[in-house]
């Protein structure tokens, strides 16, 4: 079992940069792997981007590569997402979840543990 809490969100204007943070707490984190995800109003959850849990492999939505990173570190039991060149479309409610399968894949239905989520809002 994993729990989960991000934080970081908040107000920033178009082409700042935010670093959102997901620290977990649990015996098994170090091999979960790790997925932002986020919903913005009126839409449905859709994938940002994923870590396996040795960090080795990463995945994007298309929307964001190039601009969001994700990195992890299993010694303070946190992930991030880096968060460049932002855009109002960007603005949403931002989740981590927690994939026991350790892959982090776009795939939602592979994530059992979630956090509460962040709110990041970027003004034009």
């Known amino acids: 079992q994993v729990q989960l809490e991000e934080s970081g969100g908040g107000l920033v204007q178009a082409g700042g940069s935010l670093r959102l943070s997901c620290v977990a707490s649990g015996r098994t984190f170090s091999i979960t792997g790790i997925g932002w995800f986020r919903q913005a109003p009126g839409k449905e959850r859709e994938f940002v981007g994923g870590?396996?849990?040795?960090?080795?492999?990463?995945n994007y939505a298309d929307s964001v590569k190039g601009r969001f990173t994700i990195s992890r570190d299993n010694a303070k039991n946190t992930v991030y997402l880096q968060m460049n060149s932002l855009k109002p479309g960007d603005t949403a409610i931002y989740y981590c979840?927690?994939?026991?399968?350790?892959?982090?894949?776009?795939?939602?239905?592979?994530?059992?543990?979630w956090g509460q989520g962040t709110q990041v809002t970027v003004s034009s």
């Open positions: 979840a927690g994939d026991p399968y350790g892959l982090g894949s776009d795939r939602e239905p592979s994530y059992d543990y």
């Open positions: 870590i396996s849990w040795n960090g080795i492999n990463r």
